[in-house]
């Protein structure tokens, strides 16, 4: 830590605590002291419920709901926040410390266009006049490489991607020339290869203007690119704190070193041993050329919006096919066809060669007990009024019959068998933490004793050190029992953890299905090139270095006909073919793309190749 | 989207029409019936009958009706011979300036309580309005306005228990007039606006995007104001809109308590004499008031909302 001149931010001996519909007070925060020099960057970093959210709003003078500081000091450029009445503290918040919110899509007014509310801080502090204003944040969206800075504010918040309002969101943090931005989770809820542009996006800007910032996150790997300090929360309190370098690689607490390791790279998982088949015997589940989504269908057979345009895969017994793709790519409504959830309106899903029906109602108990779903959320997928005893018991009765005794001890064996301990039969799903509802949604779906798992983004809600244990449970299961699972996700990282086999969707199609060793090999569609260097790794000076040379154009324009869905995105496409006809398949070794380009063109294509995937 | 609402008002119209007719069918008995009395002979109904054409199959004079209120010919009145439009102008502008004048005093004071409550959420003001409206609410509105009646007119003495009065010299006169009929229908009024009102602004004060501007230090009057009643105009339009249709139905008790001379009198002595005409004309004028009030809030809300108006 610098010692030189005073700190623009400090922190000294902070707590804050919420009050309870008892009226008793609960230290959620403790302790907490921290500065920051000006134009330092620090990342507040900790899981859900580590506090890291709360202090940075302290910053602003501001609690939410009925939490307040309860002790200790706040300061910031100069001014006492902490007991400092509300009228003086709307005069130092947008100006002086301004906030930039995880979800922007959910922090612009939906009813106001997006000029008058970026230069809204600028207006209410009396800063400067409209006109000069709009100039400004028009230089603003240019530094933030916003497309078409000079109309993007007369939209409204619904008619700009959800990339652009976080760096819309930014224009209106810094409009004011604030001493302090506090960044929430700015990236999170934006797909891999939006977070890549919108950081690069933030660090430009925090950089030529020298800003100092707060920025808050749960995602080492991102932090590690943007911050110059790290420090690292839990149970709201402090475990240490230090510059990045000393955090990523010499980490003095255990709990900063399982966050380490949780956010590196995983090893990949041995591969399973092929299992006893004849050689006639038709896969576990095969899906052939399934077309689905919403509205009427046309006399093609085509819905009014198709999600899902011609999908074929198969699954071996006990094999993984992972299927990653950005949100709206359709991989949830995949998982959905299969299980029964979401009829498709052309082609066909087969298990064991025999085509199952589209609607769940029409299938046999059979066909429902083997292939089961796991949901991404298991907060809403566990009934809150049953508890895990009966919510695991359920598919026992009815799949098999199993009742009194029985059942309680393949309740038991079930809880053991995804590590829960089986006192927690009796108790109900809101007194445990989310790791454990995720084990026990996954027990609920074992107790039909499927054949097929299918596990939708089963980690995503998880903060990653549970998400790593819930990881190593599933590749475990596997191993123990030969299940199959369609895991489904957006993570690259956890593909290549556990899959034998990859599809990539865009635009609900599959752009290319790789087996375990062709991912790691050189040749790649151009989206899956653009996926792999977008997932931001381990080490500062990786989202300098990161090469976006497979990517131009931002926002998925997946909704033309004709033509391949990644064109509008692809640096190495060839207008005139890929625009107009779909692209062909071709087959190499152990892997499929859909590219007009085909292996050798993709080979030839000289920013492709250089830019190599990191390491 | 808008042509889809006010075709969609349109249609649910010429529906009402069919159900209006088929109603004043079912009611049994009819005008000749109603004039003659008990003691008419089958002959003189049967000739009355053809004279006023209710021989005729239902479904004539169905088209008969429908093709005159198109043309805007309301019919005759088959007890006193006038046209009906005679007779409904009059009572049409009283009652107007009745609902006019409630719904001018309610609105604005249901909008302000409202969206005060919301504001100061959990003080002693919020649940006084609270108590308030569930209290007015939960009580028919002919016990207040007989309770009124009895306070103001019989013991005070300080307002007519009748408000049949059409002398509107002074505004002394108006005063008189309308205090009473008009405070009974707010009361009843108001208090569905109020509270609608209070959970539409509470749930945009408790968003996400009030909070980031309360973070751009926005000052209180303009974090309620501009960010968010924008939000809250949809379910306030509504809430409105159903309100001031229940002041249709309020009416009519009101206007019978009060001896008001509006449409609702007319209506409930048409019913009595089976004076079709009438009543059918004034069914329909309340069923097209209905729509209009509830079509006019969603094409409101349409354009307030820029998600809708941009599509």
């Known amino acids: 830590m610098t010692l030189s001149g005073d700190p623009l931010v400090r922190l000294a001996g902070l707590e804050i605590s919420v009050r309870d519909a008892q009226g008793q007070d609960k230290i959620i925060v ?51 926040l902490d007991g400092l009445p509300e009228a003086r503290l709307r005069g130092l918040r947008g100006r002086v410390v301004s906030y930039v919110a995880q979800s922007a899509a959910a922090a612009f007014n939906p009813m106001l266009p997006i000029m008058r509310q970026v230069i809204e801080p600028a207006l209410v502090h009396g800063l400067m006049t409209r006109e000069v204003a709009e100039d ?32 819309l969101m930014a224009a209106m ?81 255990d709990y900063t070193r399982a966050l380490v390791a949780a956010a590196a790279a995983r090893v990949p998982a041995a591969p399973m041993p092929d299992l006893p088949r004849d050689a006639g015997d038709p896969p576990l589940i095969q899906m052939r050329d399934v077309v689905a989504g919403y509205g009427g269908v046309d006399a093609q057979g085509n819905p009014q919006v198709r999600i899902l345009g011609g999908v074929s895969f198969a699954i071996e017994r006990g094999k993984v096919l992972g299927v990653i793709g950005e949100s709206g790519s359709g991989k949830s409504t995949l998982a959905r066809v299969v299980a029964g959830l979401h009829a498709p309106a052309s082609g066909r899903v087969n298990l064991d060669g025999y ?23 298991a907060d809403t997928a566990l009934n809150p009024a049953v508890s895990v005893g009966e919510a695991i018991g359920r598919p026992l009765t009815f799949f098999h019959a199993l009742r009194g005794t029985d059942r309680k001890a393949e309740v038991v064996r079930l809880l053991d068998l995804v590590r829960l301990p089986a006192a ?83 635009g609900g199609v599959p752009v290319e299905l790789a087996s375990h060793e062709a991912l790691e090999g050189p040749l790649h569609h151009p989206y899956t090139r653009l996926l792999m260097a977008s997932v931001p790794e381990l080490r500062p000076g990786w989202l300098e270095a990161a090469n976006s040379a497979f990517s131009c154009g931002s926002s998925a324009g997946a909704g033309h006909a004709a033509g391949c869905r990644f064109f509008q995105r692809c640096a190495i496409s060839r207008p005139g073919l890929c625009d107009v006809l779909d692209p062909a398949v071709h087959v190499g070794a152990g892997q499929t793309i859909a590219c007009h380009l085909g292996f050798d063109g993709l080979q030839a294509a000289p920013r492709i190749a250089q830019g190599a995937i990191p390491a | ?96 300036q009745l609902a006019g004048l409630t719904a001018a005093v309610s609105v604005p004071l249901a909008l302000f309580l409202g969206i005060l409550a919301a504001v100061r959420r959990g003080s002693l003001l919020d649940r006084a309005i609270s108590m308030a409206t569930i209290g007015v609410v939960s009580v028919p509105e002919f016990v207040i306005a007989t309770l009124m009646v009895l306070i103001f007119a019989v013991r005070l003495h300080w307002l007519p228990a009748l408000s049949s009065s059409r002398d509107f010299s002074s505004l002394h006169d108006v005063v008189r007039v309308f205090t009473m009929p008009v405070l009974c229908l707010a009361c009843v009024v108001m208090a569905q606006m109020i509270r609608m009102t209070r959970a539409a602004v509470c749930d945009a004060l408790d968003s996400s995007y009030v909070e980031a501007a309360r973070l751009k230090g926005v000052p209180p009057r303009r974090l309620v104001l501009g960010h968010a009643l924008p939000n809250a105009i949809g379910p306030i339009v509504n809430a409105v809109a159903l309100s001031l249709s229940v002041l249709l139905g309020g009416v009519i008790v009101i206007e019978v308590i009060f001896n008001y001379p509006g449409v609702a009198r007319l209506m409930v002595d048409a019913v009595s004499t089976r004076d079709l005409p009438l009543i059918q004309t004034v069914a329909m004028i309340f069923s097209a008031a209905y729509l209009m009030l509830v079509t006019s809030a969603d094409i409101v809300a349409i354009l307030c909302n820029p998600r809708l108006r941009h599509r």
């Not at chain 1, 542009?197 to 690119?225: C, I, N, P, W």
């Not at chain 1, 085509?355 to 959320?377: A, M, S, Y």
């Not at chain 1, 108790?427 to 596990?455: F, H, I, M, T, Y």
């Open chain 1, 424 to 506: 927690l039969a009796g108790r109900l799903p809101g007194e445990l933490s989310g790791g454990q509802k995720q084990r026990v949604n996954l027990a609920r779906a074992l107790a039909a004793r499927p054949d097929l798992l299918l596990c939708d983004e089963v980690t995503s809600a998880l903060d990653p050190v549970v998400a790593e244990a819930v990881l190593d449970l599933l590749i475990d299961l596997r191993r123990e029992l030969g299940l199959a699972y369609m895991f489904i996700t957006h993570d690259i990282g956890i593909v290549r953890a556990i899959a034998d086999e990859v599809m990539v969707l865009y």
């Open chain 2, 1 to 96: 989207m808008i042509a889809k609402r006010v075709g969609g008002a349109l249609l649910t119209l010429f529906l009402l029409s069919l159900v209006v007719f088929a109603m004043s069918l079912l009611m049994g008995g009819d005008a000749a019936e109603a004039m003659l009395g008990q003691n008419a002979t089958p002959e003189a109904l049967a000739g009355l009958r053809a004279a006023m054409h209710l021989d005729q199959p239902s479904w004539q004079r169905y088209l008969a009706w429908l093709g005159g209120l198109l043309r805007g010919d309301l019919g005759v009145s088959l007890i006193t011979k006038l046209p009906v439009s005679t007779l409904l102008a009059p009572r049409l502008l009283a009652s107007l």
């Open chain 1, 136 to 167: 400004k944040a028009r230089g603003l969206f240019r530094a933030l490489a916003l497309p078409r800075p000079d109309t993007v504010g007369d939209r409204y918040p619904h008619q700009v991607s959800g990339g652009q309002l976080q760096r």
């Open chain 1, 355 to 377: 085509t199952l029906e589209g609607e769940i109602r029409h299938r046999d108990k059979e066909q429902l007990r083997r292939i089961q779903l796991v949901f991404q959320n």
């Open chain 1, 30 to 80: 403790r302790d907490i002291s921290l500065e920051v020099q000006p134009g330092e960057v620090l990342a507040l970093i900790g899981e859900s419920g580590s506090g890291k959210t709360t202090i940075a709003l302290s910053m602003l003078g501001y609690t939410r709901g009925a939490c307040r500081i309860s002790g200790g000091t706040v300061e910031v450029a100069g001014h006492r």
């Open chain 1, 173 to 253: 943090a810094l409009i004011t020339d604030p001493a302090l931005v506090i960044f929430d989770e700015p990236t999170t809820a934006l797909d891999v290869t939006t977070q890549i542009e919108v950081l690069k996006a933030f660090k430009a800007v925090v950089r030529d203007l020298g800003t100092t910032a707060v920025y808050v996150s749960h995602d080492l790997a991102v932090v590690a690119q943007i911050a110059d300090r790290i420090c690292v929360l839990r149970d709201g309190m402090v475990q240490e704190q230090g510059r990045v370098e000393e955090i990523l690689f010499l980490p003095r607490q």
